[in-house]
């Protein structure tokens, strides 16, 4: 008999150091390997997208048809392996899935298969440029991020006066376009009310498209009252947004240093005293 015992390898512990591996190549960008993976990710991401840009030119189209084709599938299929990789290296790839990057990494690949049954949606493979958003996590732009969540913040505390703006002009659109609908009547082109509240929108905005217009003088007078208003309300947004941006930047910036007295936080970098009990930084 064989004195020495039979090494057993434990098929846990090896999935396991698999699952680190690919995790470190595919999730990491310190490593060499996983920064030479997401480089070579970002340069498909960009090969594939273009390759669906230049489809859409007849031209290239005609010329270049079946190679487009090939590259199209050759893309879908290693953004599909690598998907299915990224699911694979976590413990919890639910979660993973449902978060905003594994959302687009499940967009960027469907509209390829979606396309076998809806001829023309493989276009839709352009939203496959907002992968490259891993290019701020790779080149180590950490104050870019930064700088987008200060954006987001400031669009989260407006939501809810963005909100309130938007019912406001829907309700001034319909009374407008029902306005214009009375006064100029389908003979000027107003045929319904639906009609006449397009018409408002863009006229109230500024677009002007032109391919309807008020023929009366009342007509007129009503329009040149939207478009006055129209500048006002374009104003009204930005102003919302320009606040909220102001407030953002400020909280990011606060220090954090908690007061010695009441231990309160956020207050400005160059701050000597307590805002709120007076109490000396």
């Known amino acids: ?17 698999w699952r680190i591996l690919l995790h470190e ?16 990710l970002i340069w498909s991401i960009i090969i594939s ?6 489809e859409s030119v007849t031209g290239f189209r005609n010329a270049y048809g079946a190679v487009f084709y090939i590259i199209e599938w050759f893309f879908t299929i290693l ?6 990789l990224r699911l694979i290296s976590l413990s919890r790839p639910l979660r993973y899935a449902v978060s905003f990057f594994g959302i687009v990494d499940i967009l960027a690949v469907i509209p390829t298969y979606l396309s076998i049954l809806i001829p ?3 276009y839709l493979l352009s939203v496959r440029i907002l992968r490259l958003l891993r290019i701020f996590r790779v080149l180590k732009l950490t104050a870019y991020l930064s700088e987008a969540k200060v954006i987001m913040t400031a669009l989260r505390a407006s939501q809810r006066k963005i909100s309130v703006f938007l019912l406001a002009v829907l309700t001034i659109v319909v009374i407008i376009g ?4 009375v006064i100029e009547g389908e003979q000027n082109g107003f045929s319904d009310i639906p009609v006449s509240i397009y018409w408002a929108i863009v006229t109230l905005t500024t ?3 032109g ?6 003088p009342m007509g007129k007078a009503l329009a040149s009252l939207v478009m006055v208003i129209g500048f006002g309300i374009i104003a009204v947004p930005t102003g919302i947004v320009t606040v909220e941006l102001s407030q953002a930047v400020k909280k990011a910036s606060a220090s954090t240093q908690a007061c010695p007295a009441c231990g309160a936080e956020g207050h400005d970098t160059d701050a000597a005293f307590c805002k709120y009990c007076g109490g000396r930084m």
């Open 1 to 17: 008999m064989d004195s020495h015992p039979e090494t057993k390898i434990d098929p846990d512990s090896t999935a396991k150091r």
């Open 79 to 84: 953004f599909t392996i690598e998907y299915c």
């Open 211 to 216: 391919d309807i217009s008020p023929q009366t």
């Open 178 to 181: 029902s306005l214009m609908y």
């Open 25 to 40: 190549v595919i999730f990491e960008a310190d490593t060499p390997a996983g920064k030479a993976f997401d480089i070579i």
């Open 49 to 54: 997208v273009m390759t669906v840009i230049l």
């Open 207 to 209: 677009v002007g498209y």
């Open 120 to 122: 023309g949606s493989h």
